[in-house]
């Protein structure tokens, strides 16, 4: 017969390991897709159904934005684009996201004035439609930091190395308490068979 215990194990363990899959499976197919892109188009910044993260490295738009932050950005058309909106845009290889500030030309095509909230003047250079990598909608406080700490070999530790030892631990936890209960229920089966054999026996017997 199974325990109250023994019944909420299994059915606790299918409720970690569901929010385990809801969790990880859309980071793995982000990063998975980021990657592809990163490897066919090494020129362009890879981005997820237009959705592109960016680390921010330094505190030019705080306090909208502090370095340290995940700076989310969607793709836009930027003749769309107007004066006050935060964009991200590429300058040489890195790329900057400042708010546009006025509209003007650079070798008579559309162009934007940017700055940064925290900077005293705007930016040198105006930015051409082509360099606009998109628009800011969200930001995650500090999540630039951990993402790279990931990318050290004590965050790969943290958190690859670790979580995949857990797992493992949990399935072989998982894997002997159902041995553990396979073996109680074939125990439990003979000794019904035994049971029933005895009751066969003497009622042959009278």
Do not use: W
């Not at 606790?12 to 859309?26: E, V």
């Not at 996201?97 to 005293?120: Q, S, V, W, Y």
């Amino acid at each position: 017969m199974k325990t109250q215990s023994q019944k909420r194990f299994p059915r606790l363990s299918s409720i970690i390991g569901i929010i385990i899959c809801i969790f990880l499976a859309p980071i793995l197919i982000m990063n998975l897709t980021i990657i592809v892109k990163s490897y066919i188009n090494p020129d362009k910044v890879p981005d997820f159904f237009g959705i592109k993260p960016f680390i921010v490295l330094t505190g030019s738009m705080e306090p909208e934005i502090h370095g340290g932050d995940l700076a989310i950005i969607k793709t836009v058309d930027p003749s769309q684009l107007k004066a006050d909106d935060i964009i991200s845009y590429k300058y040489g290889s890195a790329v900057i996201t400042h708010r546009i500030i006025g509209l003007t030309e650079k070798d008579k095509a559309p162009a934007f004035i940017t700055k940064g909230d925290a900077n005293n003047s705007e930016d040198s250079n105006a930015v051409i439609y082509s360099q606009v990598e998109g628009i800011y909608f969200l930001k995650i406080a500090k999540a630039g930091n951990l993402a790279m700490f990931m990318q050290t070999p004590v965050g790969m530790l943290v958190f690859v190395g670790i979580p995949l030892c857990c797992f493992i631990i949990y399935e072989i936890i998982r894997r002997r308490f159902y041995e553990k209960q396979e073996k109680a229920k074939f125990n439990q089966a003979q000794a019904e068979i035994e049971m029933l054999k005895t009751q066969l026996v003497e009622k042959n017997a009278e």
